[in-house]
């Protein structure tokens, strides 16, 4: 994607719902300073033109004098739209065979198909919004639980950018009187007191070091937490994760390994989404395929927010259970201790066991599953989160974070150990280089292609 192509004057068309919905109505979206002429041109109904922002018009679509179909477009003249020029939205039948003819009369017209996320990178670089709050429309779209949602809310309606921009405000005033003390370097002498800017960098960087250390939170929020069902073969791991999703996902039988690879798949639990993944029993085996499951099992343990371990108390002693988890211990991951089978225990059973401290259920009886669900939110700690605190859920504004401290620490080094004005300024020139690489002051084609290629067509 050139400079050109991102700059395009081109009117482009997108199928804006979602393609094989199945839904009464589809939405076809135009935005370009053509938009309303080219849909004019193939509208009966009310001149556009002559319409204003914000309106809605019954017409039918015509090719020549073959009715298409009937519709009602709705106009937003620019720069009142959501990519700052003129957007035209048609609802038509959701009709494959109308969808098409249409999207083809309007190119036919004028205009062109819109690439990925072309509608938003108009919005972008027309000034609607800046790049984090971009790539929070993408995080919408894609959010499947209350408190994605409400994060991906919050950084798209301009939290993020809004701290960002008072960081970047307070940065920019000092680097403007150091570069000012750059023009008298002859006379010595000093704009920007250095006690002042000393203290200031130390607040950017407790704040900086605050949203990288919400990475941890926002991550799962955005991303769910992964959790593996792990344990010796045969103890009801599968058994429980059908539980937890209330259908038959995993296959479950008697005969020891039958889990040869893992399998993940989410539920949604008081808003947050949690990722469970079943996997291959832990135990010594001749079997190839099966120790392939089983360091596999290992390798997700050690990818995991949280470690589901279960046991049977009818196959194994208790000295036995306590080594199985000094093995989960070892990891440093924290874990839910579960004790399957739980309605065949006995009193004694139960009385011995209760040193482990572990949650008592029957994964096929499917009793103990809501206790277990209230504990994996208790293990997680998400429910003290505050989703209208500003939380960074991108790597990639992790890094730039990152890269900004960086460069404030050789701030702060440079004003304890004397150096000249122009090392300093390229510092402080450096974090704001960094900074605004979140919000889009500063970019690359490269990284608007990689951006905005990973969102739908017609968004």
Request: glycine residues 6%; negative net charge.
């Amino acid at each position: 994607m050139s400079t050109a192509s991102l700059i395009s004057q081109d009117t482009i068309v997108a199928l804006a719902t979602s393609p094989g919905a199945n839904g009464a109505i589809a939405v076809i979206r135009l935005s370009g300073a053509k938009a309303i002429a080219i849909t004019n041109a193939i509208f009966k109904g009310k001149d556009l033109s002559k319409q204003a922002s914000h309106t809605v018009h019954f017409g039918t679509i015509r090719d020549g004098e073959h009715i298409i179909d009937e519709v009602l477009v709705t106009l937003f003249v620019g720069p009142n739209s959501y990519t700052k020029e003129d957007v035209v939205e048609i609802s038509t039948h959701n009709s494959a065979y109308i969808i098409e003819r249409l999207i083809t009369l309007l190119i036919k017209k004028g205009a062109r198909a819109a690439r990925a996320g072309e509608f938003t990178l108009r919005a972008f670089l027309n000034g609607g919004m800046d790049l984090s709050q971009a790539e929070a429309v993408a995080d919408l779209i894609a959010s499947n639980s209350a408190a994605s949602h409400q994060v991906a809310m919050q950084q798209m309606r301009g939290g993020f950018s809004n701290q960002l921009k008072k960081l970047r405000e307070d940065l920019v005033h000092f680097a403007s009187l150091i570069e000012l003390e750059l023009d008298f370097a002859e006379e010595d002498v000093e704009f920007a007191n250095r006690d002042q800017l000393k203290s200031l960098i130390e607040q950017i960087h407790q704040v900086i070091s605050k949203l990288i250390r919400s990475f941890e939170q926002g991550n799962v929020l955005k991303n769910g937490v992964p959790v593996v069902i792990a344990g010796k073969p045969n103890v009801g791991k599968s058994t429980l994760l059908n539980a937890l999703l209330n259908e038959e996902r995993a296959i479950v039988s008697d005969i020891a390994g039958t889990t040869r690879d893992t399998i993940e798949d989410e539920i949604n639990i008081h808003g947050v989404t949690f990722r469970f993944i079943d996997t291959a029993g832990i135990r010594h085996t001749e079997d190839v395929v099966e120790a392939i499951g089983v360091e596999r099992t290992r390798e997700k343990m050690k990818q995991a927010r949280l470690i589901i371990y279960l046991f049977d108390p009818t196959q194994d002693e208790i000295t036995a259970v306590q080594e199985q988890i000094e093995e989960v211990q070892s990891l440093q991951i924290p874990f839910v201790t579960i004790i399957n089978k739980a309605d065949l225990l006995t009193e004694e059973q139960r009385a011995a066991y209760a040193v482990l401290n572990p949650l008592y259920i029957s994964a096929k009886q499917q009793t103990g599953i809501e206790e277990l669900k209230d504990e994996l939110l208790n293990q997680v700690n998400l429910s003290n989160i505050n989703t209208d605190d500003v939380l960074v859920t991108n790597i990639r504004h992790v890094e730039a974070l990152q890269l900004t401290q960086q460069s404030l620490e050789k701030v702060l080094y440079g004003i304890d150990n004397p150096i000249t004005s122009d090392f300093l300024a390229m510092d402080i020139r450096q974090a704001l280089h960094h900074l605004g690489e979140i919000t889009g002051t500063v970019t690359t084609d490269d990284l608007l292609e990689n951006i905005f290629s990973k969102f739908c067509i017609g968004k």
